[in-house]
């Protein structure tokens, strides 16, 4: 027989909801948005020489920032900024920049984090939100705006600190993928005399043989490194670019590329 005594009672107060999840909150203004979290698979193919990585990653550029609704600042976390992102938010140039129809609203978002970490103080990385503008502009075969943005880009990280050599080949790339032919042959040349790390040298090297042919098109790593022993190129791994370790180099960022798989 059961024990009756033992068993639960069941309770006349209906039961609770579970609290609602909190919204993300933007930093600058305080609005509440759904903000799904991004966190890519490492590549699966080799990085263009401007080392936007390959797929899987390569298209999932649209999750890579967040963006708030109701004042337009966008940033990997909206829920963190500057302390003089709000002023930099608020001011006329940025408001323009998020009404100006004729870039593409993905080419927006990240013009739009460019111009609060140029106005921030950080020019190298907001060179590197402007480039990925200029990929944007790419994948929809808007040759004007990519050569613009690459240059603008180009601008930011020459205005900034000291270049390294990653930052350098980087601006070699974007030069002659702008047709910026004779600053993309000096700059390219000027890196080659410096005596840098063999795998440097060999993407220079490839840099050179393309600005002389005038060829302005993408070419991945993979064209300028050998292979590593016992793999073909398509299974070489990179990481993702937001989950690059601060600082690293050109150099190390490739030996980590060549490791993975």
């Keep these: ?7 639960p009672v069941p309770s006349s107060a209906p039961s609770r909801p579970p609290a609602a999840e909190a919204l993300p909150r933007c930093a600058v203004c305080g609005t509440g948005s759904r903000q799904p979290p991004f966190r890519p698979d490492p590549p699966e193919q080799a990085p263009d020489l401007d080392l936007r990585p390959g797929e899987p990653v390569r298209s999932t550029m649209a999750r890579w920032l967040q963006q708030c609704p109701s004042c337009g600042y966008a940033a990997p976390n909206i829920t963190k900024a500057h302390p003089a992102a709000a002023q930099a938010v608020a001011a006329a140039p940025f408001r323009a920049l998020l009404a100006e129809s004729g870039y593409p609203p993905l080419a927006r978002r990240f013009l739009a ?3 609060v970490l140029e106005e921030t103080g950080a020019l ?8 990925h503008a200029a990929w944007v502009a790419d994948d929809l075969g808007k040759d004007d ?3 613009m943005w690459r240059l603008d880009a180009v601008a930011l990280w020459r205005g900034g600190p000291p270049l390294d050599s990653e930052q350098t080949v980087r601006i070699i790339d ?4 702008a ?3 004779n600053d993309a042959a000096a700059t390219a040349e ?3 005399l410096a005596d840098p790390p063999e795998a440097v040298a060999q993407v220079v090297s490839l840099e050179r043989r393309l600005i002389a042919a005038r060829d302005a098109a993408r070419h991945t790593v993979a064209t300028a490194l050998p292979p590593p022993a016992r793999r073909p190129h398509v299974s ?3 990481a993702p670019p937001r989950t690059t370790a601060r600082g690293e180099g050109f150099v190390a960022k490739l030996r980590r590329w060549l490791r993975r798989g």
Excluded: V
């Excluded at 027989?1 to 068993?7: E, I």
């Excluded at 974007?174 to 993928?177: F, G, I, V």
């Design 124 to 131: 190298h990385a907001a060179a590197e939100a402007t480039l």
């Design 179 to 181: 047709e910026a032919w």
């Design 190 to 192: 000027g890196l080659g």
């Design 113 to 115: 984090w460019a111009h």
């Design 174 to 177: 974007a030069l002659r993928r």
């Design 145 to 147: 705006l990519a050569r």
């Design 236 to 238: 070489h791994q990179a």
């Design 1 to 7: 027989m059961p024990n009756f005594l033992a068993m």
